[in-house]
């Protein structure tokens, strides 16, 4: 027996017991010690958030800075490998935002898609959900580029949704999720290519969407709109461009047109949304559609001139949530809202110097594990999907699961 200092007395088996619990807290199975993970998960855009309260990250004297990153950018180059500060970033991975516009929608759109007794009523219903995944983009501000092999995973009800960031240059992310109620699956895969030209920045996206309604054995193939970026002489942001919507088997489609206001910004009507429905197999016109995607959406029947709404914004995308982790031991490793935890807090809480470390950081991981492959002569492989080009030059991807499971993240 030791003495300490008069009264304090230590035993040998005192000793003992100490250096056995040292040994267990440093060991590293998870069955002792489960350290607790810090998960930074924010509201999805929609209608009425554009301009609260949690969008009031965005650095002072935007236009400025902006206009300060690119001063030495030439006309026409390629941004992809562009690096904002985290002052021009919100707290989301564009892997969140894609996997948003997936689960992140207030009604039942994906299930009329399902549910419509003809072909033609369901092309109409995917009409109105491929409109529903346009959500309001804010000016100045941007995701973040998500690290390779990065993951976003979330379960709405029967609707689990998985994406992976299967390249990094160029940035392909996929998408995979899975109805089983409702017998759908959706593959998705893009890669922006935004260009500098000179008063704007726009950013075509490039891939294609699949909505696979196996219950009729349908297929419905679709592009993305383009972000377009005005800088001078009025900022502004919106979704531009040819929307082809094409059931592979019934051969109905819409075509669809996002337009925006004039080249100068002064005047039109914004966020507009024109286009047909056409069967393919005659030509013929079958309806009209117009309105704007961030308000309401309507057909015009052409044999009898009666029109009826398809899409309401306020309905679909307003008073959305942010998800919520029901099982944190569960999330992956690789999922997006941990992996850019530490610098999405910093953004929130506007620590410029705090973000700035907790972006280097992260950037500075996926160096060293780019170093540490290339040392290796290794070749990173996608854990859930396949990635090929085809003979045109073009990324393609398919999922390697046929169900996507349930996941630890979840949201109503």
Known sequence: ??????????????????LIFIHLLFQTTPTFIYMKKNIVL????????????????????????????????????????FQLPPQFNFPKSQLQCYG??????????LSRCNNGHSPLDRLISVVAWSISTTRPPIFGVAPYNPTLGETH????????????????????????????????????????VPK??????????????QL??????????????????RILPIPGVDWVGNVNIRCLETGLMAELCFKTQSFLGLSGNQRLIKGK??????????????????????????????????????????????????????????????????????????????????KKFVEEKQRDLLRER????????????????NKEGCWECLPIQKLVPNSPITTL
Not at 44 to 62: G, K, Q
Not at 374 to 389: A, D, G, I, N
Request: glycine share 4%; with cysteine.
């Open 1 to 18: 027996m030791f003495v300490l200092k008069g009264s304090f007395y230590i035993s040998i088996s005192h000793i003992k017991a100490a």
């Open 42 to 81: 924010t509201k999805p855009f929609s209608i009425e958030n554009e301009s609260d309260s949690d969008v009031s990250y965005r650095a002072p004297n935007l236009l400025r800075r902006l206009l300060s990153l690119l001063k030495n950018v030439r006309r026409g180059s390629d941004l992809t490998r």
């Open 100 to 109: 948003e516009s997936i689960y992140s929608i207030s009604s039942n759109l």
């Open 153 to 192: 995973h979330v379960s709405k009800g029967n609707l689990n949704v998985l994406l992976e960031q299967v390249s990094h240059h160029p940035p392909v992310s996929a998408l995979h999720a899975t109805d089983e109620k409702e017998n759908i699956e959706i593959i998705w895969f893009h890669y922006p």
């Open 196 to 209: 500098f030209n000179g008063t704007n920045v726009e950013a075509e996206v490039h891939g294609k969407r």
């Open 212 to 229: 696979k309604v196996l219950n009729h054995g349908e297929t419905y193939e679709m592009n993305s709109p383009n972000l377009f970026i």
């Open 277 to 358: 429905i056409i069967d393919s197999s005659s030509s013929k016109i079958l309806f009209e559609v117009n309105g704007h995607w961030d308000s309401t959406v309507t057909i015009k029947d052409m044999k009898n001139a009666e029109s009826r709404v398809i899409y309401d914004a306020k309905e679909a995308i307003s008073g959305l949530q942010a998800p919520i982790v029901k099982d944190e031991q569960n999330v992956w490793p690789t999922e997006s809202t941990l992996i850019w935890s530490e610098l999405s807090q910093a953004i929130m809480s506007q620590d410029w110097e705090k973000a700035t470390e907790a």
């Open 374 to 389: 290339e040392s290796k002569r290794e070749t990173w492989v996608p854990k859930h999907f396949t990635l090929c080009q």
